[in-house]
């Protein structure tokens, strides 16, 4: 069983940026890739951005070359560092991990998830 608390959210203006961490309960570095979502009100909780435990990355179109991911296997934690913030970056944002060393994009992939973090982007 893999616990995550995501914290490092809040109030930023357009523009801004804010780093999101994911600490794990457990030893995730070669175990887990992990994965972030979000979820605006009214909308489906969507995928943003992975990492497999070797590190390789991937974003969504809407946050590539704005947010980067990252992670350090002896912290067992995991960082979303969100640049150029947007209005429509609003939303509550999640960390998920899976089994294995490669990650998916797909939600369903995912066995653990933390609780989530507000990020408002508002002026």
């Known amino acids: 069983q893999v616990q995550l608390v995501e914290s490092g959210g809040g109030l930023v203006q357009p523009g801004g940026s804010l780093r999101l961490s994911c600490a794990a309960s457990?030893?995730?570095?070669?175990?887990?890739?992990m994965g972030w979502f979000r979820q605006a009100p009214g909308k489906e909780r969507e995928w943003i951005s992975a990492?497999?435990?070797?590190?390789?990355?991937a974003f969504t179109s809407s946050v590539k070359g704005r947010f980067t991911i990252s992670r350090d296997n002896t912290k067992n934690t995991v960082y979303l560092q969100m640049n150029s913030l947007r209005p429509e970056d609003t939303a509550v944002y999640y960390c998920?991990?899976?089994?294995?060393?490669?990650?998916?994009?797909?939600?369903?992939?995912?066995?653990?998830w933390g609780q989530g973090t507000q990020v408002t982007v508002s002026s």
């Open positions: 998920a991990a899976r089994s294995g060393r490669f990650y998916s994009v797909n939600r369903a992939d995912y066995e653990y």
């Open positions: 457990a030893r995730t570095g070669s175990d887990y890739a």
């Open positions: 990492i497999s435990w070797s590190g390789l990355t």
